[in-house]
């Protein structure tokens, strides 16, 4: 027998590990099933760590307290939790319009996965809403996708006006807001249906946890979800759930720290001899300005940045000269990292549609920590030294 806590009880959340839970009688798993007493069957379809950090991150989602029906469950990656996301939404011979931009494996996904299923993916560029008008006008169409800012230029999106666009075709607009995280961006209170996390990122914010989540208003929409992490297998590890619980408790210092420290770190950049080019969406020459400014309500929108040097090589004597900032092809931790995306996210891109897009040898990608913004910059200065 576990020991007998009394009258005590822990102050951090205990960890679950069980794959199965017990009962005492049938009357007691028909009162779980049906809903009318709280408890869980079976971890794959739902344990108390995954269900704790769900409820902590469907919160996060709104800033006035949940919406009527607000619904959230973490899924095992920000892949699954797109996969969730999208596959209650969609039937044979119906249609999704994407983001040209995307999450490499998202865009797989839709192009090459639900292909299977007869559904198909038009690509319009989504920070045009002209442009999405117009794909959606089409033809019917049951799901437009697109994230807040986009990896690695971070072109952001009119939320709003793409809500409307789905509203008026009768199509679900769903948004992967990985790069915003809930603290800086709300896409459900901006009429996004349905929200997707990569908690892998910024969320989870010390690299070492895998896991996603998705949220939305409509509660009915929420039976499907659950069943397709479960039929999918794309459930939580409680483990990892514990973990980025824990890292909420800072999410919200990590995020505005981390965003406020870009926004520096891209105007000191764009000061420097052998910098080309800086994109941040917060400078004034960033083609998504306006738009990011009202999603992020003017504060410094994200964390992410980049920065062009003049060739791979100069990439290659930057990365040597500043080991402390590591490169490491992922994003969200609390130390300064950096990438290169012409060889890491975009390494299997078209040579001609990554120059169309900025995406050059020689440029940079930037997650921005939170460490005292004059460490960052004394590391930034060696790399380019
Ligand atoms: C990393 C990432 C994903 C996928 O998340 P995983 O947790 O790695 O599965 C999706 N969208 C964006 C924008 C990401 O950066």
């Not at 996004?192 to 010390?206: D, F, N, Q, R």
Request: charged share 20%.
């Amino acid at each position: 027998m576990f020991p007998d806590l009394g009258r005590t009880a822990p102050l951090v959340p205990p960890l679950y590990p069980a794959s199965v839970y017990t009962f005492p009688d049938l009357d007691a798993l028909d009162a779980v099933y049906a809903g009318t007493e709280p408890g869980f069957v079976y971890a794959r379809d739902g344990h108390p760590n995954g269900k704790h950090l769900a409820d902590e991150l469907t919160a996060l989602e709104f800033t006035f307290g949940l919406g009527g029906g607000a619904w959230g469950i973490a899924t095992g990656s920000g892949m699954g939790a797109t996969v969730a996301a999208v596959l209650p939404l969609v039937e044979v011979r119906s249609r999704v319009v994407a983001a040209s931009r995307l999450y490499g494996r998202t865009a797989q996904f839709f192009r090459d996965h639900l292909a299977l299923f007869g559904v198909t993916t038009t690509f319009a560029d989504a920070s045009d809403p002209d442009a999405v008008r117009a794909a959606v006008d089409a033809g019917p169409c049951k799901v437009i996708y697109a994230e807040t800012l986009s990896n690695p230029l971070c072109r952001a999106v009119d939320i709003a006006a793409l809500a409307d666009i789905a509203k008026a075709a009768g199509a679900t607009l769903v948004i992967d807001n990985t790069f915003a995280t809930p603290v800086l961006c709300r896409p459900l209170e901006l009429g996004a249906g349905v929200v997707v996390e990569s908690v892998t990122k910024l969320i989870g914010g010390h690299s070492d946890v895998t896991l996603g989540f998705v949220a939305g208003t409509d509660p009915a929409a929420f039976p499907a979800v659950k069943t397709t992490v479960s039929v999918w297998g794309l459930a939580a590890p409680p483990f990892d759930c514990w973990l980025a619980a824990r890292g909420l408790g800072t999410l919200d210092l990590r995020a505005r720290a981390s965003a406020a420290n870009a926004a520096a770190v891209a105007d000191w950049l764009a000061d420097r001899p052998g910098v080309k080019r800086v994109v941040y969406p917060g400078r004034p020459d960033h083609p998504d300005r306006t738009v990011a400014a009202r999603l992020f309500g003017g504060s410094p929108p994200g964390h992410m940045l980049c920065f062009e040097l003049a060739d791979r090589d100069a990439v290659n004597r930057f990365l040597r000269a500043a080991p402390g900032i590591p490169f490491s092809p992922s994003l969200g931790d609390v130390t300064t990292t950096c990438s290169h995306p012409d060889t890491t996210s975009h390494r299997y891109d078209a040579a001609a549609d990554k120059l169309r897009e900025g995406i050059t040898p020689g440029l940079i990608r930037l997650s921005v920590g939170c460490e005292p913004l004059a460490r960052i910059t004394a590391e930034l200065a060696k790399g380019l030294g």
